[in-house]
């Protein structure tokens, strides 16, 4: 079978064996509820005058609800349609062409994979396809990205720079609140700059499958532009909620290396992504991550406070991460002090 399902030239009817989950890990048939109140935070009613305000809302809709979504946050909403659009038409694009970027290479730095980069291995599938690529600086990666769509570089280029500037003016807030120096997560902190585009095609049953397992965010943080189709579920107070999508708003999720960083201030929530039975999902996740050798470890600012985590470099994370099946609890257990 083909491994990129955007490349399945039928549509699918049943769901195929490899993709149907044991029934202990399927997400089952209920009705979700919907979590209404995640905090909407307006970036320009809070710029300027009401900085402590848009502190105050970042710290108490991180602790309460582990995310929060921006609006009037100055990414251009064509910009955002834009980039949302030119991210199908590359998914939309022949199957041959599509391929010539597969890989499970973590060192390609810009890959087209299905499910996960362990697709080869797993026992069970997940829906969906995924494309990443490096952003920063660039100079150094556009020449790497698909030159079709023809406007593929042109708009994303313009919506890798802008939503850069974007979570770096959240992160001083952030770094702000946290009474850390300015600019602490400017530089290696937040060098590397991914772009993950998910791709779910409609799926015949969702109820058996999952289109992302649960996980929280190993990055420092991520932001994602959703899809009007819903999909993403957050776990909070012990279920999982449905997060509605608001048009042209943005999701920001604190990743873990945030959680060590705050030592413990931020917490990193776990997510995933159900699938749809009408219509194909794509979301575009933009993901700040630091550097491989940089040092990570509670802030010296905490220096009075006992601290949770030793230090670690991002590369030794990561590796832990991925041994431990990318289940944040039994990474983090190894850098517990
Ligand atoms: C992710 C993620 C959610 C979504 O890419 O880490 O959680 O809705 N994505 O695509
Ligand atoms: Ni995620």
Redesign the pocket.
């Known amino acids: 079978m083909e491994i990129l399902m955007s490349n399945w030239s039928e549509v699918v009817q049943s769901m195929p064996e490899k993709y149907i989950f044991p029934p202990n890990k399927r997400p089952g048939n209920h009705v979700f509820p919907v979590f209404k109140n995640i905090p909407l935070i307006d970036l320009e009613e809070t710029n300027g005058r009401d900085r402590t305000k848009l502190i105050q809302q970042i710290f108490s809709a991180s602790q309460d609800f582990g995310i929060f979504q921006v609006i009037n946050h100055g990414i251009p909403t064509s910009l955002m349609d834009d980039t949302m659009s030119v991210s199908k038409e590359f998914f939309a694009m022949p199957a041959e062409y599509k391929t010539s970027f597969y890989s499970t290479d973590i060192a390609r730095k810009c890959r087209i994979y299905s499910s996960t980069m362990n697709y080869d291995n797993e026992e069970v599938h997940y829906w969906r396809d995924n494309f990443t690529h490096h952003c920063h600086p660039l100079e150094d990666q556009i020449y790497l990205w698909p030159d079709n769509p023809t406007r593929y570089r042109e708009v994303v280029g313009e919506y890798s720079v802008e939503v850069r500037r974007l979570m770096l003016r959240i992160l001083e807030v952030i770094s702000e609140g946290l009474g850390l120096k300015p600019g602490y997560f400017d530089g290696e902190l937040s060098k590397t700059q991914l772009l993950?585009v998910?791709h779910h095609i409609r799926c015949p049953n969702p109820s058996l499958t999952l289109?992302?397992p649960e996980?929280s965010?190993p990055n420092l943080i991520?932001l994602?532009q959703?899809s009007s189709v819903p999909?993403?579920q957050i776990f909070h107070h012990g279920q999982w909620m449905d997060v509605d999508p608001i048009p042209h708003a943005l999701i920001l999720?604190p990743g873990l290396q945030l959680k060590v960083i705050s030592n413990g201030k931020f917490s990193s929530p776990i997510?995933r992504?159900m699938t749809h039975s009408e219509e194909a999902r794509t979301?575009i996740?933009t993901f700040l991550i630091p550097s491989q050798e940089i040092c990570i470890e509670p802030a010296k600012e905490y220096s009075g406070e006992d601290p949770l985590y030793r230090s670690f470099t991002y590369k030794e994370f990561f590796n832990t991460f991925t041994q431990s099946n990318c289940d944040a609890d039994t990474a983090l257990q190894y850098f517990k002090k």
């Open positions: 993950s998910n289109g992302m996980h965010d991520s994602l959703q999909g993403l999720i997510h992504v979301t996740g």
